[in-house]
């Protein structure tokens, strides 16, 4: 039915539902932030945080959560001011952005052609009034690395400023960087938490959980009982069955985060069968190789056996944990699986450098940096770039591909 459709597409486009059942744990990063929040606002302190974590990973999502749920608690208590690094790591820019939100907030005047000190000046008078007035400001700071670039004037006059003045407000940093509290600088270190909260992608089951969430029918939907009842019932069979373990398995090896899953749920539900109303096993199957088109395989489709060859013996020597590898290492791995296997496909030095070189321009490998340019390019240092998940689906589309190769390649986690 379009009724259920337009629900579910509803439910995928709402972080705050899809977000919704991490709010139980008192473990979950929602409820450590909130706790560190709510703490500046009941007992007048300041705090910062750092969130990090990969892309599509939920943690401005998780913000939004947590600042709604406060905002509900103690509606005249917080203000908040957004930046992001893509739009106001300018310092002058970021300063300008800052005292524009605070003034729209606080139904001040906001001046155009005032300068940064002014609007510096105006930030530490408005962090000064209301701490003074016991209202919190929270400082959300988005692609927070973007930020630490230059000579972090922003940071340091913003958490300098929470050290000096009669003030209660929060600094959350969002970073796809793991290292971004290595990158400030020592004076503002020392002034900034130490606070991290790492966003790890979910364990299978709490993604499973996370899918019974999304497409299950409340009672209260609207909808027919029995219409909503066989609904459940077929989603329930999926979810139980192997087929759908190892798609979800599959999907999870290429990207664990939750927008992936949000992503890939949008096309199982946009491919539901209007007539029947009903989701089926074909939809997700439909939707994972959807998915898994991507231009990496396709070119994949089209490489010789040679270059697969070596795209394998990277592969493997990187699972080996050799960080750095040259043309030269990769002949020695492809030599010893020749020796080993007797294999028929043998290729001269020369031909094999083609090879190489071609990869270079059809960006499947790259060159680990520029530092050795001048050197040649046997010795060159390269990197793959593309994951084993992928190599593993792209020899699977190679109608050329030895079965060696596959064989060769760890996939056991893929099956």
Same mark, same amino acid.
């Given at each position: 039915m379009?009724?259920?459709?337009?629900?579910?597409?509803s439910?995928?486009?709402?972080?705050t539902?899809?977000h919704a059942?991490?709010?139980s744990?008192k473990?979950?990063?929602?409820s450590?932030l909130?706790?560190l929040v709510?703490?500046?606002i009941s007992?007048?302190?300041n705090n910062?945080a750092?969130?990090?974590?990969p892309r599509?990973?939920?943690k401005?999502a998780?913000?939004?959560?947590v600042?709604?749920?406060?905002?509900a608690e103690?509606?005249?208590?917080?203000?908040?001011v957004?930046?992001?690094?893509?739009l106001?790591s300018d310092d002058t820019?970021?300063?300008k952005?800052?005292?524009?939100?605070l003034c729209?907030e606080?139904?001040?005047?906001?001046?155009k052609?005032?300068?940064?000190?002014d609007n510096?000046?105006?930030?530490?008078?408005m962090?000064?009034e209301?701490g003074l007035?016991?209202? &919190? !400001?929270?400082? /959300?700071?988005?692609?927070?690395d973007?930020? +630490? #670039?230059?000579?972090? =004037?922003?940071l340091?006059?913003l958490?300098?400023?929470?050290q000096?003045?009669?003030s209660?407000?929060?600094?959350?940093g969002v970073?796809?960087?793991e290292d971004?509290?290595q990158l400030l600088?020592?004076r503002?270190?020392?002034?900034f938490?130490?606070?991290?909260?790492?966003f790890a992608?979910?364990?299978r089951?709490?993604?499973?959980?996370?899918v019974?969430?999304?497409?299950?029918?409340p009672?209260?939907?609207?909808?027919p009982?029995?219409?909503i009842?066989k609904?459940?019932?077929?989603?329930?069979?999926i979810?139980?069955d192997?087929?759908?373990?190892?798609?979800?398995d &599959? !999907?999870?090896c /290429?990207?664990?985060?939750i927008g992936n899953? +949000? #992503?890939?749920?949008? =096309?199982?539900v946009?491919?539901?069968n209007l007539e029947?109303g009903l989701?089926?096993?074909?939809?997700?199957?439909?939707?994972?190789?959807s998915?898994?088109?991507?231009?990496?395989?396709?070119?994949?489709?089209?490489?010789?056996i040679?270059?697969?060859y070596?795209l394998?013996?990277?592969?493997r020597?990187?699972s080996?944990e050799?960080n750095s590898?040259?043309?030269n290492s990769i002949?020695k791995?492809?030599?010893?699986?020749?020796?080993?296997?007797?294999?028929?496909d043998?290729?001269?030095?020369?031909?094999?450098?083609?090879?190489f070189e071609h990869?270079?321009?059809?960006?499947l490998?790259?060159? /680990?940096d520029?530092?050795?340019r001048?050197?040649p390019?046997e010795?060159?240092p390269?990197?793959l770039?593309?994951?084993?998940?992928?190599l593993y689906?792209?020899?699977?589309?190679n109608?050329s591909?030895?079965?060696i190769l596959?064989?060769?390649l760890?996939?056991e986690?893929?099956?």
């Amino acid at each position: 039915m379009a009724a259920a459709l337009t629900l579910l597409r509803s439910r995928l486009c709402d972080p705050t539902y899809i977000h919704a059942p991490f709010k139980s744990s008192k473990q979950s990063n929602y409820s450590k932030l909130k706790e560190l929040v709510s703490g500046t606002i009941s007992d007048s302190c300041n705090n910062s945080a750092l969130l990090l974590g990969p892309r599509g990973s939920g943690k401005v999502a998780i913000v939004d959560l947590v600042l709604e749920d406060l905002k509900a608690e103690n509606p005249d208590s917080i203000s908040v001011v957004r930046l992001n690094g893509l739009l106001h790591s300018d310092d002058t820019c970021a300063l300008k952005e800052i005292a524009r939100q605070l003034c729209l907030e606080h139904q001040l005047s906001f001046s155009k052609m005032a300068s940064s000190d002014d609007n510096s000046q105006f930030m530490i008078d408005m962090l000064r009034e209301c701490g003074l007035a016991h209202r &919190s !400001l929270i400082f /959300v700071l988005v692609e927070f690395d973007l930020f +630490v #670039q230059g000579k972090q =004037r922003l940071l340091y006059c913003l958490i300098d400023a929470m050290q000096t003045v009669t003030s209660q407000a929060v600094v959350i940093g969002v970073s796809c960087r793991e290292d971004a509290d290595q990158l400030l600088e020592k004076r503002v270190r020392s002034r900034f938490s130490h606070t991290k909260l790492l966003f790890a992608p979910p364990s299978r089951e709490d993604m499973k959980s996370l899918v019974e969430h999304i497409l299950y029918l409340p009672k209260n939907a609207g909808l027919p009982s029995e219409y909503i009842t066989k609904f459940n019932a077929h989603v329930q069979n999926i979810l139980n069955d192997k087929r759908f373990k190892q798609i979800l398995d &599959s !999907l999870l090896c /290429v990207d664990g985060t939750i927008g992936n899953l +949000v #992503q890939y749920l949008f =096309r199982v539900v946009s491919s539901i069968n209007l007539e029947s109303g009903l989701l089926s096993l074909e939809n997700f199957k439909n939707a994972q190789i959807s998915c898994e088109r991507q231009p990496t395989i396709e070119t994949l489709q089209d490489a010789s056996i040679l270059e697969l060859y070596i795209l394998v013996c990277m592969n493997r020597l990187e699972s080996k944990e050799q960080n750095s590898y040259n043309f030269n290492s990769i002949m020695k791995e492809y030599k010893s699986i020749h020796d080993a296997y007797r294999t028929s496909d043998n290729y001269g030095d020369t031909v094999c450098l083609r090879a190489f070189e071609h990869l270079l321009e059809r960006e499947l490998i790259s060159y /680990v940096d520029h530092r050795g340019r001048y050197l040649p390019v046997e010795f060159r240092p390269v990197e793959l770039l593309i994951s084993s998940h992928e190599l593993y689906l792209g020899l699977k589309s190679n109608s050329s591909c030895p079965a060696i190769l596959q064989k060769l390649l760890d996939h056991e986690s893929f099956k």
